[in-house]
């Protein structure tokens, strides 16, 4: 276990404890990430979701892999989750793109839960996803006859269950092996906080 470093001169808020949970979570991370199956992580607000995921990847190899973070909300639509899934990709050749071969790259999902449902009762930004992780396209929009084949790529996300629509499509979790995250016990935090 390290100790306190004194000359730490970051945020306060980007300090992250290390403790069993986050090394569990960290060892289901590295097993998922290895066969390229996406995590959704499920808790209430003060859980540590985003921090366990941020965490763990920043200790990635960045020779190997990129990670993009992806922030939902109840405005979040298809059109602009696409922008954001091809601005991170790079052509590779005629239809094909993904991150620089030999590289993964992994869009990290924010408040899954929080666009709003549309009078079908759907999410476009999540059936989008659900597209990709499918059939591993998209659609130009443009023109709709085309189509981009991504590769090299999948998508973790967490989600809180008390906001937001309350509703994610099975159709998209079914992709994902789903952790609870708890309020951490007494001994956790005070082993965090003294």
């Known amino acids: 276990m390290q100790g306190f470093n004194s000359d730490y001169e970051g945020l306060f808020s980007n300090l992250v404890v290390p403790t069993a949970e986050t090394t569990r979570q960290s060892f289901l991370l590295d097993t998922h990430v290895a066969k390229k199956k996406g995590m959704l992580y499920v ?16 200790t990635l190899d960045k020779e190997k892999t990129i990670f993009a973070s992806i922030n939902f909300n109840s405005y979040t639509d298809s059109k602009a989750m696409q922008v954001v899934i091809e601005s991170q990709v790079d052509k590779r050749s005629g239809v094909i793109f993904g991150p620089p071969l030999g590289k993964v790259l992994i869009y990290f999902m924010d408040d899954l839960n929080m666009p709003y449902l549309d009078k079908y009762g759907t999410q476009s930004p999540i059936c989008l996803v659900r597209q990709i992780i499918d059939y591993g396209l998209v659609y130009d929009r443009d023109h709709l006859e085309e189509k981009k084949k991504l590769l090299d790529i999948m998508f973790s996300a ?29 001994e956790i935090l005070s082993t965090i906080y003294f």
Do not use: Q
């Not at 808790?43 to 920043?58: M, P, S």
């Open 158 to 186: 967490c989600m809180n269950p008390k906001s937001g629509s309350f509703i994610v499509d099975l159709r998209l979790t079914r992709h994902f092996t789903l952790v609870a995250c708890l309020t951490a016990e007494k």
């Open 43 to 58: 808790g209430a607000a003060g859980t540590g979701k985003t921090t366990i995921v941020n965490n763990y990847f920043a």
